[in-house]
């Protein structure tokens, strides 16, 4: 028997015990006494109704839930006629109800200001935390509980405005309105401007205030440094935006700090005090700037920091390394400039370190072996750096690993087998660096695996999918773009197959579809794509994973058909369907109503479109090009989705009119119906799409007068109507200026007449100016659709494509460099002299304004196109002398005056000393060096004659014969990436999904002109 003082120790912790264990058994202890009565009968009644008004919930995988409404019940037994002594329930001396805590209830329903629950006014302590309330606005009626202390609301579903009311209770210690959000994660609850105002001047008591995901949208109040009992406070998430106060760092008792997730809120951090309490201090994705205190050191009571992704810079203070309580860290993204690893080595000292992440800070060299020094990490993320050498055989010591990525990087060698000592590990993220060798076999010995992503390295060998098949916690598998085998053999029972989320295969050497999918049922999203699987697609891929699967992508194979018809797929949810770049002949199921994004491109598909695609309300990107479908396009197709933004059609046979387009909330970015057989008129509509950034109509019979009324398009960069039957003048514009965003446009194969169009030339901005991003790898790429969408893509941004006459050839451009300003006007009709203006663009790289009637001299201010690169004034009437200005175009590298009236010595050095003799022929007035006419010859022997060549014969040929040169030297850059495993699987590679061609088609010979004629070029994403 224990002794009365052991009996005085024990069960005051034993209550302590079971009071922050908070089960069912604590309103049993706590209630229970023979001096107390039982609760009041009309406490216990409100009580009653108050549990019949929800219903509870059946499902549940929160292990934390529990329906404690279910023990409460009136019948013989002492603990149910007492409703002190229910799960939840806690009662004063007198029996009233003082605390109800049905948190994790699994109660379903609405709640409004009648509730019973507002009748329990003895109340102290509430939390509803946890249920879901079904998007019903929090009652006005939590005002009448004038006796409340603790309010916790988070999680439970509530929407709608925050009712001011709470202002009223006066007592509130803790207040908690955190996580109410959707099912795409976003905050449904809002408060207004001055509504955190008000409640930080009333509720001074406050000593816990967690508004995570309100929406608020202001400034950080000033009032929040006056609450000196705050302890802990969390605005995360909440659209805050101005400068943070400053002294609200310096709250002498603050322990917890957490404004993570607010993007525009801006501020410098403060010096620190040694007698900061501080535990944590989150401050990551906000945009805080200026360099971090060497006295963060201060902070000696901190165990979590997270400054992550903010604009923090200069150099990271090795006082850090003093916080020897710290267990997680995330300083990454920031703008820290190029650091060595090795200048962080205080990091390998912080033994307590749990979680580590230093993703994006473009650390680089290698990986100290002092990383093992840190055996108490559970996460470590290097990932997004470029970092180099082989991982250290010392990581072996980190055995408690549960996540681990080096993703993005430059690493190289072999899989270490010491990772197979990580038995905990559930991620493993190696993605996108140059890891060699087989993968070993043993990785089937880890069996806590949940995520493996090994895509975009130098893996080789032959792979097993049995090797994967084996870990039964596995949900995500990435092995796309590597150079592996896998064989889809599978020995391992299906039955005791994981059932998988994500399966990435991509560019794998499948050679057939994987048996083991055939018994998969939660597949969200899978890749299949750049492998070598012929034949028909059976009918049970088509029916894979019905229900959930949002994502499917079988590009780039050599599929020709489906085993049996089924006209519509039967997926309640996909999203994205790509089977572009095979040779289906027949038509294939026809995508369901959810789908956003339908990709066939590049096949041999017959027939019309499908009325079908007129029901696709939510449909955002339609890509039907390169096959060999007909009919005239359906006039419902530009009214149908009120979110397209993208349109392909190209290279195919429709013909008919191009249908009007929406006019309100049109989404149009992009239209590209290139290449078919489209006649009449352009719609009028068309101007009203004001977000179109790019129109590609040529190859056409479209027979209309040039669009003037395009010019009022705010966001046009690109328009492309060559080789049609447009004719006429080109109309002065209607108000300037239009066309400011211009900076590529192709009117040439066309019948526009009159003079070049100088009120437009004035106009166009954007070839004003020389772009900031010459020498960068940047391309015009369309961001299509920001949050959720981008994620079903994989793709990232979109790029434009196209395939252009430019420096006299064809080429292929699979990215669209955003410095590329091209104006196209050859093949008209146009007669006149060459505006001075001209020479203004001065981002022009190409013109050409070859095959016209133009007159008059070259104009000297050409030579102020400093970074022009190909200029062809062919087949005109210019006259004069070649401009000695047009030397200094230093980047020139083709030119071509050929067939004109010019006369007088070619220009001397520089790029003019490069250029054939061709560029000049049929000129008999020029002269100069390796020319057939001498400058200042008088006499003596016969110049040295060329080739015959005459204009008008139908044989002779110019720089800009059809010599087909495609330009592939584009990089990929990378994607948006959330999370690691998030990250490694939507930040996959970009496709050029947008392949518009720009052909000229064979026209006959003009004044010596020549004809070219169009190739097809092979394109692929």
């Known amino acids: 028997m224990a002794s009365p003082v052991e009996s005085s120790v024990l069960l005051p912790l034993l209550l302590l015990c079971l009071f922050l264990h908070r089960g069912p058994l604590v309103a049993s202890v706590i209630s229970?006494?023979?001096?107390?009565p039982n609760c009041h009968p009309g406490e216990m009644s409100s009580l009653l109704e108050l549990r019949d008004s929800f219903i509870l919930a059946s499902v549940s995988d929160n292990p934390l839930d529990y329906p404690k409404t279910r023990s409460w019940k009136i019948d013989g037994n002492k603990s149910h006629t007492d409703c002190c002594l229910w799960d939840g329930v806690e009662c004063d001396r007198q029996g009233h109800v003082t605390v109800l805590d049905l948190s994790n209830s699994l109660l379903y329903g609405?709640?409004?200001?009648?509730?019973?629950?507002?009748?329990?006014?003895?109340?102290e302590r509430l939390s509803l935390a946890y249920n879901n309330f079904n998007y019903s606005r929090i009652p006005s009626g939590f005002s009448l509980l004038e006796r409340l202390t603790h309010l916790n609301l988070s999680g439970s579903s509530f929407a709608g405005r925050v009712p001011l009311d709470i202002i009223l209770l006066t007592r509130l210690v803790s207040l908690d309105l955190s996580e109410n959000l959707d099912a795409d994660l976003a905050g449904l609850l809002v408060l207004d401007n001055h509504g955190l105002g008000r409640l930080l001047r009333n509720l001074t008591n406050l000593e816990e205030l967690n508004l995570g995901y309100v929406g608020i949208s202001s400034s950080v109040p000033i009032a929040l440094a006056n609450l000196s009992s705050l302890r802990r406070l969390s605005l995360n998430n909440c659209g805050f935006y101005g400068a943070f106060p400053q002294p609200v760092?310096?709250?002498?008792?603050?322990?917890?700090?957490?404004?993570?997730?607010?993007?525009?809120?801006?501020?410098?951090?403060?010096e620190f005090?040694?007698?900061?309490?501080?535990?944590?201090?989150?401050?990551?994705?906000t945009d805080f700037s200026g360099k971090i205190p060497v006295s963060i050191g201060n902070l000696t009571s901190l165990n979590q920091l997270d400054l992550s992704a903010g604009s923090f810079s200069g150099s990271i203070p090795s006082s850090l390394g003093q916080l020897g309580k710290l267990n997680y860290l995330d300083i990454g993204e920031n703008d820290f400039g190029s650091l060595p690893l090795s200048s962080l080595s205080w990091i390998w000292k912080m033994t307590m370190l749990s979680k580590l992440y230093l993703g994006k800070m473009n650390l680089q060299g290698g990986i100290s072996p002092s990383i093992g020094n840190l055996t108490g990490l559970v996460e470590l993320s290097l990932a997004f750096n470029q970092l180099t050498g082989t991982v250290p055989p010392q990581i072996s010591n980190l055995t408690r690993l549960e996540l681990l990525s080096f993703r993005v990087n430059n690493l190289s060698g072999p899989i270490l087998p010491c990772l197979m000592n990580m038995t905990d590990l559930a991620i493993l993220s190696l993605a996108s660096n140059r890891f060699s060798g087989e993968?070993?076999?043993?990785?089937?010995?880890?069996?806590?695996?949940?995520?493996?992503?090994?895509?975009?390295?130098?893996?080789?060998?032959?792979?097993e999918l049995d090797e994967f098949i084996q870990l039964k916690s596995l949900h995500i598998l990435l092995l796309s773009f590597n150079q592996l085998s896998v064989r889809?053999?599978?020995?391992?029972?299906?039955r005791n197959a994981p059932q998988l989320d994500i399966l990435g295969l991509s560019s794998c050497n499948l050679g057939e579809f994987p048996g083991f999918l055939r018994h998969q049922e939660n597949l969200d999203w899978i890749d299949l794509s750049d492998n070598k699987i012929y034949g028909d697609v059976p009918e049970w891929i088509w029916n894979l994973s019905s229900h959930r699967l949002e994502y499917m992508n079988l590009s780039h194979n050599f599929l020709t058909g489906q085993e049996s018809d089924l006209p519509l797929l039967p997926h309640l949810n996909l999203l994205t369907l790509d089977l572009s770049h095979n040779k289906f002949k027949r038509p294939i199921p026809a995508p369901p109503k959810s789908i956003l994004f339908y990709l066939i491109s590049e096949n041999e598909l017959e027939g019309e479109i499908l009325s079908h695609f007129c029901e696709l309300g939510d449909l955002v990107l339609l890509d039907l090009s390169f096959n060999n479908m007909s009919g005239a396009i359906p006039g419902c197709l530009g009214n149908a989705s009120r979110h397209l933004a993208i349109l392909n059609l190209q290279s195919n046979g429709f013909h008919g009119t191009i249908p009007e387009f929406l006019a309100n909330r049109n989404e149009l970015l992009m239209i590209d119906l290139s290449h078919n057989q489209l006649g009449g008129k352009l719609p009028r509509s068309?101007?009203?799409c004001n977000k179109l950034v790019f129109i590609d109509l040529g190859g056409n019979r479209i027979d209309d007068t040039f669009p003037y009324w395009l010019g009022s398009l705010p966001e046009l960069h690109v328009l492309i109507l060559h080789s049609n039957k447009f004719h006429g003048k080109i109309d002065h514009p209607l108000s300037e200026p239009v066309f400011q965003k211009l900076q590529i446009i192709d009117l040439s194969d066309n019948g526009f007449s009159g003079t070049l169009p100088e009120e437009y030339f004035r106009s166009w901005t954007a070839m004003r100016t020389i772009n900031s991003s010459r020498n960068q790898f940047a391309y015009l790429q369309l961001p299509l659709v920001p949050g959720k969408y981008l994620a079903y893509t994989s793709y990232g941004d979109y790029d434009y494509t196209m395939t252009v006459i430019y420096k006299g050839l064809k080429q292929y451009y699979p990215k669209i460099p955003v410095v590329l300003v091209m104006i196209d006007f050859s093949s008209n009709l146009f007669q006149g002299t060459i505006p001075d203006l001209v020479g203004e663009l001065k981002g022009l790289q190409g013109l050409n304004f070859s095959n016209n009637f133009l007159t008059g001299s070259i104009p000297s201010s050409l030579g102020n196109l400093t970074v022009l690169e190909s200029l062809d004034l062919s087949n005109n009437n210019l006259t004069g002398m070649i401009p000695q200005s047009l030397a200094d175009i230093t980047t020139l590298s083709i030119f071509s005056v050929s067939y004109n009236d010019l006369k007088g010595p070619i220009p001397r050095g520089k790029q003019f000393d490069t250029f054939p003799i061709n560029s000049y022929e049929g000129n008999p007035g020029l002269c100069g060096e390796n020319m057939p006419k001498q400058c200042g010859y008088t006499g003596g022997s016969q110049p040295r004659q060329l080739p015959t060549s005459h204009k008008g014969n139908d044989n002779s040929r110019s720089i800009t014969d059809d010599i087909p040169w495609i330009v592939v030297a584009m990089g990929y850059t990378g994607g948006l990436v959330v999370g690691v495993v998030l990250g490694d699987l939507f930040a996959s590679r970009r496709r050029a999904w947008f392949e518009?061609?720009?052909?000229?088609r064979t026209k006959p010979a003009r004044r010596g002109g020549y004809a070219v004629r169009p190739r097809q070029v092979p394109l692929r994403g």
């Not at 609405?110 to 109340?123: A, C, G, P, V």
């Open 32 to 36: 229970a006494g023979p001096n107390r």
């Open 110 to 123: 609405s709640m409004n200001s009648t509730s019973s629950l507002f009748r329990l006014t003895h109340l």
């Open 249 to 270: 760092f310096l709250l002498p008792n603050l322990l917890y700090l957490n404004m993570i997730e607010n993007e525009n809120l801006s501020g410098q951090l403060p």
């Open 273 to 285: 005090n040694k007698s900061s309490p501080l535990k944590s201090f989150l401050m990551g994705v």
């Open 439 to 463: 993968i070993p076999p043993s990785i089937s010995q880890l069996q806590n695996l949940q995520f493996i992503g090994l895509k975009r390295n130098v893996f080789t060998g032959s792979v």
């Open 488 to 494: 889809a053999n599978i020995t391992t029972p299906v």
């Open 686 to 688: 068309l101007a009203r």
């Open 996 to 1000: 518009p061609t720009v052909r000229r």
